[in-house]
């Protein structure tokens, strides 16, 4: 208790008074998603000017794209933005006024988590399984 504190109810809720549940963990993921995708959108920016710029240009940054660390990125950032749609989804039915029954809410959580591993792990092979040097 905070000193000057005369209310017996405490200050806020505590971090070890909440038990975790899923859709603690989709709130969390979803705020997360959002700056991930910031910083997603300005990758495929630079490589779109360098694209736009020309094949010298790209050639520059071509093995880098079409490389390991540029599949796990693609699928990365696949992911974040299938999860974010998925979750912003469940947002609109919240704000509807359905879907507020825990054990909805949490089996949604992790069905949207879920799902957007699969999609983007079926997308990823897709889009990538081909190119070369990347083996998939």
């Given at each position: 208790?905070?000193?000057?504190?005369?209310?017996?109810?405490?200050?806020?809720?505590?971090?070890?008074?909440?038990?975790?549940?899923?859709?603690?963990?989709?709130?969390?993921?979803?705020?997360?998603?959002?700056?991930?995708?910031?910083?997603?959108?300005?990758?495929l920016?630079?490589?779109?000017?360098?694209?736009?710029?020309?094949?010298?240009?790209?050639?520059?940054?071509?093995?880098?794209?079409?490389?390991?660390?540029?599949?796990?990125?693609?699928?990365?950032?696949?992911?974040?933005?299938?999860?974010?749609?998925?979750?912003?989804?469940?947002?609109?039915?919240?704000?509807?006024?359905?879907?507020?029954?825990p054990?909805?809410?949490?089996?949604i959580?992790?069905?949207?988590?879920?799902?957007?591993?699969?999609?983007?792990?079926?997308?990823?092979?897709?889009?990538?399984?081909?190119?070369?040097?990347?083996?998939?």
């Amino acid at each position: 208790m905070a000193k000057g504190w005369t209310d017996k109810r405490p200050m806020s809720p505590h971090i070890s008074i909440w038990k975790w549940h899923p859709t603690m963990l989709s709130s969390i993921l979803h705020r997360a998603t959002g700056i991930v995708l910031y910083f997603g959108l300005l990758k495929l920016a630079v490589v779109l000017a360098f694209l736009a710029a020309g094949p010298q240009w790209f050639a520059k940054i071509e093995p880098l794209v079409y490389s390991p660390l540029g599949a796990f990125v693609f699928f990365f950032v696949v992911g974040v933005l299938i999860y974010h749609f998925l979750n912003g989804i469940r947002h609109l039915v919240w704000d509807i006024g359905a879907g507020f029954d825990p054990k909805l809410a949490n089996m949604i959580s992790l069905v949207t988590i879920l799902v957007s591993v699969i999609a983007a792990i079926a997308l990823t092979w897709y889009m990538v399984g081909d190119m070369p040097g990347v083996g998939l």
